[in-house]
């Protein structure tokens, strides 16, 4: 095996770790959702059972790192392309490499945004074994 190959698969499991995290917040806010009853039209609050809170907000906070990760990368890889053109010039074949710092924090937000989903799960199966076993 290859590095390259070695960072193919780690491209390909973060990425899927990703979009699997971000159906599962979705879903676990949906979940969230049904256990306050739904909102009623004429209501102003919404009911969250006390032991579902900590999930929703872990939840949402797992979308807010899943934006953030995306958004830091934008910045710093663009940022990082516009250098590297003025440095190099436009058009620029040459081969250079990107400085290691560029995606850490993209992995912070990204291991933040899979802890987040998995606590929040962790949470509800909790409160759903206790409530429907």
Known sequence: MKLTDAYKRYE???RTAGDVARKLAFAGIAIVWIFSGGTPA?????RIPHDLRWPAVLLTAGLAFDLLQYIWASFAWGFYHRYKEHKLGRGSEV???A???IN???LIFFWAKLASVM???AIMVDYLARRLL
């Not at 004429?42 to 919404?46: E, G, K, M, P, S």
Request: no cysteine.
């Open 12 to 14: 390909d499991r973060s």
């Open 42 to 46: 004429n209501a102003r609050v919404i």
């Open 95 to 97: 081969d250079f490499g």
């Open 99 to 101: 400085p290691r710092p």
């Open 104 to 106: 850490y924090l993209t």
């Open 119 to 121: 606590a929040a799960y």
